[in-house]
């Protein structure tokens, strides 16, 4: 049974630039979780979705939005980067216990 | 507000031996916590967790510990092997949000030397 998947594993973009970045959650898993991990820290929470509807927004700017899809994928949207958005953003899934959540490898994003 | 923090940034153990990992909870209220193991390029991998009701969990050479006097986890690893080298985070969740909303900790790296 595959783990969460993310996907692109790299990403290069610009500043001003948007960028979309994706998640499988586990087989049966309703909820996603979107994590931001700066380099050096922990990561930080940005979003969370249950059933296709957002559950938590954590302290993100508005450039940021997410949506989870009909099969439990999720999308991370982020609008005008700047480099301070560099960060390895982390997907993570979860059952019925609120108390799960098993990540995925992350999306490293490289603003330039 | 309320964090999750850790008291060592950088631990370094001899192989065989056994380490101490620590991290202070400041949310009271939070009733569940979860220690992850970070490789390097890799995404936090669950080792163990723990619920406020419980003062001690084991696992496979891991043990974590709560002491809610103080507002005080430790993860203690056994025989640590160089396979253990890594970043540990201690995780709550708070008692309001749920789902997965998981407040980390900045870290500790566990550096194992043979």
């Known amino acids: 049974d595959a783990g969460v998947t993310q996907s692109p594993t790299h990403l290069i973009k610009t500043r001003g630039q948007h960028v979309t970045l994706r998640c499988s959650p586990i087989s049966g898993h309703k909820s996603v979780s979107w994590y931001q991990q700066v380099l050096g820290q922990g990561p930080q929470f940005i979003f969370q979705y249950y059933e296709k509807e957002e559950r938590g927004r954590g302290n993100f700017p508005d450039r940021f939005s997410a949506r989870q899809f009909p099969n439990y994928s999720s999308e991370l949207n982020v609008n005008a980067l700047l480099l301070g958005d560099s960060a390895l953003y982390l997907c993570?899934?979860?059952?019925?216990?609120?108390?799960?959540?098993?990540f995925g490898q992350g999306t490293r994003l490289t603003v330039v | 507000g309320e964090s999750v923090g850790l008291h060592l940034p950088t631990l370094s153990v001899q192989e065989g031996d056994n380490s101490i990992i620590n991290c202070a909870y400041s949310?009271?209220?939070?009733?569940?916590f979860i220690w992850y193991k970070q490789e390097s390029g890799k995404g936090p991998q669950f080792i163990i967790d723990?619920?406020?009701?419980?003062d001690k969990r084991q696992g496979q050479r891991v043990t974590v510990l709560l002491n809610k006097t103080v507002k005080h986890l430790s993860l203690q690893i056994a025989a640590t092997q160089p396979g253990d080298s890594a970043v540990y985070f201690c995780a709550e969740i708070p008692p309001i949000g749920g789902y997965n909303k998981l407040i980390f900790g900045a870290g500790t790296r566990l550096a194992v030397h043979p």
């Open positions: 993570a899934s979860g059952g019925e216990l609120n108390t799960e959540a098993f």
């Open positions: 949310n009271s209220a939070s009733d569940y």
């Open positions: 723990i619920r406020s009701n419980m």
